[in-house]
């Protein structure tokens, strides 16, 4: 058996220091933004090489929460994709805003840049790109868009927690950036988490005030907000992931590489493919099949943990339905969507493994090549 992902073995190479931490955190008496809260916000911000952050408790909050201190809500558009977990549109509804969906490139499953400026209404308000699988979006057309057409950027950085672009991290290019810390990310926490990060110091006070009921001052409330927090334990936990995340996302990196090796005799198999001048973290490593499902069944009655990210995509999903998308309105996000699978992905991951991942794919795909 092969999991997709083992946060269990991650943990163990912590245990002793994230034990440690915790403890102390439940003897201190002090659990909601207290002094590891705030050490990580400095921490997470210098990594990023941002000016700020502000700890909250998802990405999904991360992304509503920069629409509001944008004040993007009802009657404006936000431009993005149809190919992403659920959490990038549905805060753009929450805030009462319309999802407006872009194709996507069928190599790097990212926002087709070349079709943002048709997509451009007088009502929109802002792109949102999000870097899939760990896979920086191209940010210098995106960010020339954004400055001609005068619109925000929110960055979701949920799945790319280290990736660059030219050199750049992602998630420093637009005015805000939503990252997640959910377990499975590349960078979690044992709990739900998230963060926002902008180098604005008026959108970093706004967004402090959203997350405490719209007041910075205690008791004191300007506006509607909402509550969300990271917590002390989930802090003291992310203080001692981030110092190893950039061994981390270096070893799935070498994981990817390996795969494509693997692979490289196999024509059936679409490996994932990088953008120039571009440091991928793999989030998933996501390759293109033919006869995808019936790989996906053989995989799981063979013991290999594989995922369809994502199974339908968003604008034929019924929280959307009232946008009146239609099949056909996203060729390659819909043909897409019938072609990846995403095989066994984290750093722990041993070459051994993945010699038994790819041996079985080719198998499986050879015995469906035959049934067909
Ligand atoms: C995980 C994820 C989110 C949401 O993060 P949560 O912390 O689970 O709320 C948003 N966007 C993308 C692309 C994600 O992968």
Known sequence: MIPIIDSKRQYQTIAEEAERAVVEVMRSGSYILGANTKAFEGEIAEFFGAKYAVGLNSGTDALHLALRALDIGAGDEVITVAFTFVATTESIEIVGAKPVFVDIDPDTFNIDVNKIEGAITPKTKAIMPVHLYGQPCDMDMIMDIAKRHNLF?????CQAVGAKY??????TFGDISALSFYPTK?????GDGGVAL???EFLKNRLVAL????????YHHEEIGINSRLDEIQSAILRIKLKHIDKWNAARREHAYYYNELFAGCDAVKTPVELDDTYCVYHQYTIKVPNRDDLHKMLQERGIGAMIYYPIPLHMQKLHAHLG???GDLPVTEKNTELV???PMFAELTREEQETVAKTVIECIEA???AV
């Open 198 to 200: 902008t180098n604005s």
């Open 341 to 343: 699978i995403s095989l």
């Open 153 to 157: 950027v929110i960055e979701d950085c």
């Open 368 to 370: 469906c090549a035959v």
């Open 211 to 218: 997350r405490n009921h719209g007041g910075a001052i205690r």
């Open 166 to 171: 030219k050199g750049q991290m992602v998630g």
């Open 186 to 190: 590349n960078l979690g926490c044992m």
């Open 325 to 327: 998308y239609k099949m």
